[in-house]
């Protein structure tokens, strides 16, 4: 069952279009694998989906509720109910330098949710303790690696039990020795039934930890397919082009 519909999204800047007749569905539970050239438009549809970008026209339906209908948004109330079901983990991990890492944690349960000390206190302990960091919940960020930190933020993102997490390139701002940690944490994740849908430029990860992948250009859904479909047999010659380039 579809947990996300787009259909027909279309957002410009200016005389720029970003995005193209973007269509394409993901399923309970999928983990999704976006792929594509920079600026092909994948992290603009990625921030689209939680309202992070103003499309101009297309529908996105979440759980059968839609985000945007022909380009049409509903109430803020709407919005904000419908973008609270869904996590979001950014390139630069956005953490509050001045908070440590367990209070970064803690802060949205407690001021979006309303959630008790105690509840929250747990669940920082818990999450940390899954993404290997629970000896660091009284450190600040500024005394973490990159990984760490891109660790802490995908606790951070699961802190708010989302239906659905969205990862916009989570090692692209990562040494290369540090990029194994946080998509073993990702794979984790996977592993446990979470829909996922993740912007990435790691194609043996996406290929390893995949459903699906979807190879964007130009503003475009170019084609769609399991991993082993689209690295080993692509139909269209853009897809075939792009894969030769990254891959040799």
């Known amino acids: 069952m579809a947990i996300i519909e787009v259909s027909n999204l279309k957002k410009s800047f200016g005389d ?4 193209k007749n973007v269509s394409f ?11 594509g050239p920079s600026g092909s438009g994948k992290s ?7 309202h992070l970008e103003e499309v101009n026209d297309g529908t996105i ?19 904000k109910q419908i973008t609270a079901r869904m996590g979001m983990v950014f390139q630069h991990f956005n953490l509050f330098p001045h908070l440590t890492v367990a209070k970064n944690l803690e802060l949205a349960p407690k001021y979006v949710k309303g959630e008790s000390e105690e509840l929250v206190r747990q ?14 919940a009284d450190v600040h960020p500024g005394k973490l690696s990159g990984g760490q930190k891109q660790r802490v933020a995908i606790a951070r993102a699961l802190m708010m039990n989302p239906d659905i997490l969205l990862f ?27 829909t996922m849908l993740i912007v990435t430029h790691e194609m043996g990860f996406a290929r390893d930890v995949a459903d ?16 082993e479909q689209i690295f080993n047999r692509p139909k269209v010659e853009r897809t075939r082009a792009f894969l030769n380039r990254v891959l040799h």
């Open 16 to 19: 720029l279009d970003v995005l």
């Open 25 to 35: 569905e993901v399923n309970k539970g999928e983990v999704i694998a976006i792929i």
């Open 44 to 50: 603009t549809m990625l921030r689209s989906l939680v």
């Open 61 to 79: 339906r979440i759980q059968d509720e839609f985000l945007v209908q022909s380009g049409v948004y509903p109430s803020n109330k709407k919005l």
């Open 123 to 136: 669940k920082s302990a818990e999450l940390l303790k899954k993404v290997g960091l629970a000896d660091k």
């Open 168 to 194: 916009d390139e989570p090692t692209s701002a990562l040494d290369p020795e540090l990029t194994g940690e946080v998509l073993q944490v990702i794979k984790q994740i996977a592993e446990e039934n979470m």
């Open 212 to 227: 699906r992948v979807i190879f964007m250009d130009n503003g475009e859904v170019i084609e769609s397919g399991t991993p």
